[in-house]
């Protein structure tokens, strides 16, 4: 086996899923969904320079944010931030000793609850 295909090999083996702990697929999601966080921090700032060109270029802006891809791209940033949030709390607390025992549930537990107010939240982007 050559190098490049056995580091081709590793890299293939991160996104693995199956016979993962629930503790390496937490580090995963907190890793990606905080990349995915300061991406978008960059996106957003690209949108919010189309309104330097002064009063007239509010009414494209408006439209562009009310569109169903930017609402759904809004829900996708709703996910990321709770998941990145949640997950971080819980990390906090198992760091200070405080739930270990609870430590899979607690990340079903908030990996639900993200879910459920992303759901909540992206219904309240459309229909609000």
Do not use: C
Not at 66 to 92: C, E, Q, V, W, Y
């Amino acid at each position: 086996m050559s190098q490049d295909s056995g580091q081709i090999e590793r890299r293939s083996r991160w996104f693995e899923l199956r016979f993962k702990p629930v503790g390496m697929l937490a580090f995963m999601l907190h890793r990606l969904s905080g990349i995915g966080l300061v991406f978008y921090l960059f996106l957003h700032l690209a949108v919010l320079s189309r309104l330097r060109g002064g009063p007239a270029s509010w009414d494209s802006f408006l439209a562009l944010v009310r569109s169903p891809l930017f609402l759904i791209l809004d829900g996708i940033l709703l996910l990321g931030a709770l998941i990145h949030g949640l997950n971080g709390l819980r990390l906090t607390l198992i760091g200070l000793n405080i739930g270990l025992r609870w430590q899979k549930a607690s990340f079903w537990a908030i990996l639900g609850l993200a879910l459920l107010l992303t759901l909540w939240g992206t219904a309240r982007l459309f229909f609000y």
